[in-house]
């Protein structure tokens, strides 16, 4: 690893060098002069549609500030300010996500609901082995797009504004699923669900990125935590919506959630900034403050240039085949479930309507899983991310078996419900990701990796539900529970790789091989394994409430 020289004392900012002196916006007003650009705008019309870089007038002065030690009372208000701009559009992000999942479970409950006899959707017209496959397709097709568009939709990230993006991907994909609606047969809605899929795409991977943008790496967990619950808010909605529009036409499930969609991209292109270089919510040096808080992150700052050396690291490193197994051992169980689970309540004895109900204690645990698990982990020694994740992976495990062999209704309902618990596994694992890769270009690779992950498993998934076999789906099931297990030796892997390589640079610094300065590291757009000062998290989450004081 080549080591940076330290910074020469003459190139330091002309400031006053006191680390004892907080500084607060009120005594940084020469950071609001409106004498300096502050993002570097590329020339022509297609310009004016790129995402702006920060200028090196803003970086210089976030070097300034950075030389200071920051009033922990004043980031704590620019903190507060922050949460009630970003907070209600996560909020906004969290319905988009929860109609993500309705979107994913909506033909799950279509299918309880007579779309196959409306739409035709038997095997002699489609020539499948089981009739069921022809369900398993439809879900599968919806991940093909997503994969198809996993990895171009991360690079475009990167190249256009954000907020303005994401919009327009999550615009589309309400328009799609509406138009869902209007399918007269298999043909039109497999055309319908591959384009759609493209088209979501972009949200979690956009959701991630906005969380890293705004907060530090010790506050993403949490933050991802609140809009990750929608996925539980999705389910009990979507059952609750079920059960309230069922009964006229599995039409409305599409109609609705599309149209939910479509008015919450409004909102998220209308009030969501596109960086905190570019907002008119916060003054100059209340933007400056916001990006010198995450100093010791040293994740450098967002742009849209692309580095042909850092997406050549990407596919070298272990650590992207590893986000991709993640991704996929987790989302082989969520392909299934997601499409067959309405199916699975159904075959323990209950009816139609009182199926659609049994997803909303579904629901609950899943939101109830996440935030014990941001509590818990708060209250851990330091360096136990990763074991959180695997105990939070045990009772779904435990679960699937309750599902698979356990003969009381009661314990197989009970056993279903915990499978829920995977997702605050997957919560912290997206931290990992989102603080755990430097370098934009990078970054960008190994969340098209933890992705692409999601979608290969959602597609395999619902095969391995096998129509012959309902209503117990024993082997997929038993598949579902076997790739849980799966992912806990993955997730314990990435641990090994984390801790290793921290521990081989802090003993490269302590033998003097290794030479940096983290003004310098902490500015630039710098891989993680070109970064001398960086070191992988597996520490505690920072539980953090939203405060309202």
């Given at each position: 690893?080549?080591?940076l020289?330290?910074?020469?004392?003459?190139d330091?900012?002309?400031v006053?060098?006191?680390?004892?002196?907080?500084k607060t916006a009120?005594e940084?007003d020469?950071?609001n002069?409106?004498d300096l650009v502050?993002?570097?705008?590329?020339?022509?019309?297609?310009?004016?549609?790129?995402?702006?870089?920060p200028?090196p007038?803003?970086?210089a002065?976030?070097?300034?500030?950075?030389?200071?030690?920051?009033?922990?009372?004043?980031?704590?208000?620019?903190e507060?300010?922050?949460?009630w701009?970003i907070i209600?559009?996560?909020?906004?992000?969290?319905?988009?996500?929860s109609?993500?999942?309705?979107?994913?479970?909506?033909?799950?409950?279509?299918?309880?609901?007579?779309i196959?006899?409306?739409?035709?959707?038997?095997?002699?017209e489609?020539?499948?082995?089981?009739?069921g496959?022809?369900?398993?397709?439809?879900?599968?097709?919806?991940?093909?797009?997503w994969?198809a568009?996993a990895?171009?939709t991360?690079?475009?990230?990167?190249?256009?504004?954000?907020?303005?993006?994401l919009?327009?991907n999550?615009?589309?994909w309400?328009?799609?699923?509406?138009?869902?609606?209007g399918?007269r047969?298999?043909?039109?809605?497999?055309?319908?669900?591959?384009?759609?899929?493209a088209?979501e795409?972009?949200a979690?991977?956009?959701?991630?990125?906005?969380?890293?943008m705004w907060?530090?790496?010790?506050?993403?967990?949490t933050?991802?935590?609140?809009w990750y619950?929608a996925?539980?808010?999705?389910?009990g909605?979507?059952g609750?919506?079920?059960?309230?529009?069922?009964l006229?036409?599995?039409?409305?499930e599409?109609?609705?959630?599309?149209?939910?969609?479509c008015?919450?991209?409004?909102?998220?292109?209308?009030?969501?900034?596109?960086?905190?270089y570019q907002?008119h919510?916060?003054?100059?040096?209340?933007?400056l403050?916001?990006?010198?808080?995450?100093?010791?992150?040293?994740n450098?700052?967002?742009n849209?240039?692309?580095?042909a050396s850092?997406?050549?690291?990407?596919f070298?490193d272990?650590?992207t085949y590893?986000?991709?197994?993640?991704?996929f051992?987790?989302?082989v169980p969520n392909?299934?479930t997601?499409?067959f689970?309405?199916?699975?309540?159904?075959?323990?004895g209950?009816?139609?309507?009182?199926?659609?109900l049994?997803q909303?204690p579904?629901?609950?645990?899943?939101?109830?899983?996440?935030?014990a698990a941001?509590?818990a982990n708060?209250k851990?020694?330091?360096?136990?991310r990763?074991?959180?994740?695997?105990?939070?992976n045990?009772?779904?495990?435990?679960g699937?078996?309750?599902?698979a062999?356990?003969?009381?209704?009661a314990?197989?309902?009970i056993g279903?419900?915990?499978?829920?618990?995977s997702?605050?596994t997957?919560?912290?694992?997206?931290?990992?990701?989102s603080?755990?890769v430097g370098?934009?270009?990078?970054?960008?690779?190994?969340?098209?990796?933890v992705?692409?992950g999601?979608?290969?498993?959602n597609?395999?998934?619902?095969?391995?539900?096998?129509d012959?076999q309902?209503?117990?789906y024993l082997?997929?099931?038993v598949?579902s529970m076997?790739?849980?297990?799966?992912?806990?030796?993955?997730?314990?892997?990435?641990?090994f790789?984390f801790v290793?390589a921290?521990?081989r640079?802090?003993?490269s610094?302590a033998?003097?091989?290794?030479?940096?300065d983290?003004r310098v590291?902490?500015l630039?757009d710098?891989?993680?394994?070109?970064?001398?000062a960086?070191?992988?998290v597996t520490?505690?989450?920072?539980?953090?409430?939203?405060r309202?004081?």
């Open positions: 690893m080549a080591s020289k330290p910074l020469d004392p003459s330091k900012p002309e006053e060098q006191s680390e004892f002196a907080p009120k940084l020469w950071a002069r409106d502050d993002l570097d705008r590329t020339p022509g019309v297609l310009g004016y549609f790129l995402k702006k870089n200028s007038d803003f970086i002065d976030v070097a300034t500030i950075n030389e200071t030690v920051l009033d922990p009372k004043e980031v704590a208000r620019i507060r300010k922050i949460d701009l209600p559009a996560l909020s906004g992000m969290c319905r988009v996500h109609f993500s999942h309705q979107d994913k479970t909506t033909l799950s409950y279509a299918a309880i609901f007579n196959k006899k409306d739409l035709h959707l038997g095997k002699s489609y020539a499948s082995t089981h009739p496959m022809t369900c398993s397709w439809l879900s599968s097709l919806f991940y093909f797009g994969v568009w990895l171009p991360n690079l475009l990230m990167q190249k256009f504004p954000l907020n303005k993006y919009a327009i999550i615009f589309m309400g328009a799609l699923l509406m138009a869902q609606a399918s047969n298999f043909a039109d809605l497999a055309v319908l669900r591959t384009i759609s899929g088209a795409a972009t979690d991977p956009a959701f991630v990125l906005i969380t890293s907060y530090t790496r010790e506050q993403q967990p933050r991802i935590g609140y619950c996925n539980g808010v999705g389910i909605l979507g609750l919506l079920g059960f309230g529009i069922g006229p036409s599995w039409k409305y599409f109609l609705i959630v599309g149209a939910m969609c008015a919450w991209a409004i909102f998220m292109f209308i009030f969501i900034p596109d960086s905190p907002t919510w916060f003054t100059r040096a209340e933007r403050i916001i990006v010198s808080r995450k100093r010791n992150d040293q450098g700052t967002d849209r240039h692309w580095d850092q997406a050549i690291e990407g070298m272990i650590k590893l986000f991709f197994l993640f991704g051992t987790a989302n392909g299934g997601s499409n689970g309405t199916l699975i309540v159904q075959g323990f209950f009816n139609t309507f009182q199926t659609t049994m909303i579904y629901g609950a645990i899943i939101v109830l899983f996440i935030v941001l509590v708060s851990l020694p330091k360096g136990n990763t074991y959180l994740m695997v105990a939070t045990i009772p779904t495990v435990v699937f078996a309750m599902v062999w356990a003969k009381p209704k314990a197989r309902l279903f419900w915990m499978t829920g618990a997702n605050a997957f919560v912290v694992g997206l931290s990992l990701v603080g755990n370098g934009q270009t990078k970054k960008a690779i190994a969340s098209a990796a992705f692409l999601v979608a290969a498993g597609i395999v998934g619902p095969f391995l539900f096998i012959s309902a209503p117990v082997t997929g099931v598949a076997v790739s849980r297990i799966l992912e806990i030796v993955i997730i314990l892997i990435l641990r790789v290793t921290n521990k640079r802090d003993r610094v033998e003097g091989r290794v030479r940096y983290e590291t902490g630039q710098i891989s993680d394994w070109k970064n001398p960086f070191r992988y520490v505690r989450l920072d539980f953090l409430v939203l309202i004081s």
